[in-house]
């Protein structure tokens, strides 16, 4: 809640003394919302981090300070997953945006990796009955 000083005469004691009352509690109400966001992006940054080990994560800002999250692989990205539509570095405005982002580079992933890892399967020789 943050205090209403329009009302307050600063040329008195008494009403500079209540606006910087009214101050005070509004930068200690800022400082506690501000904390609480950080310790928010704390606790998303360290899930983001250990649901997605292979890439890494990080929160940065441009050079307007907008917060972007971002999302770099950690292992170099080959023809076939920039093919599939892996990105090198991804960006997003929120960790929502993020987890998802993620999710869906990881089933681009797995996609070209199942696909290296399938053995080609040979069809069946017919069975020649013998003579018996």
């Known amino acids: 809640m943050y205090w209403d000083t329009n009302h307050l005469d600063a040329n008195t ?3 500079l003394d209540e606006l910087l009352r009214a101050t005070a509690q509004s930068v200690r109400q800022a400082s506690a919302l501000a904390a609480l966001m ?3 992006r704390d606790r998303q ?3 983001l981090c250990g ?3 292979a890439w ?3 929160l940065d800002r441009d050079f307007t300070e907008r917060l972007w999250w971002t999302a770099v692989p950690r292992r170099p990205l080959t023809v076939e997953l920039v093919a599939e539509g892996v990105m090198r570095i991804v960006h997003c405005e929120d960790a ?3 987890a998802t982002a993620l999710a869906w580079q990881s089933t681009l992933i ?4 199942n696909r290296a ?3 080609h399967v040979r069809p069946a020789r017919r069975l020649q009955r013998r003579p018996a």
Request: glycine share 4%.
């Open 56 to 58: 890494d994560i990080a």
């Open 117 to 119: 890892r399938s053995p």
């Open 13 to 15: 004691k008494s009403g």
């Open 45 to 47: 940054l360290a899930v």
């Open 96 to 98: 929502i945006a993020l």
């Open 51 to 53: 649901t997605y080990p």
């Open 38 to 40: 950080q310790d928010l």
């Open 110 to 113: 797995s996609n070209v990796e």
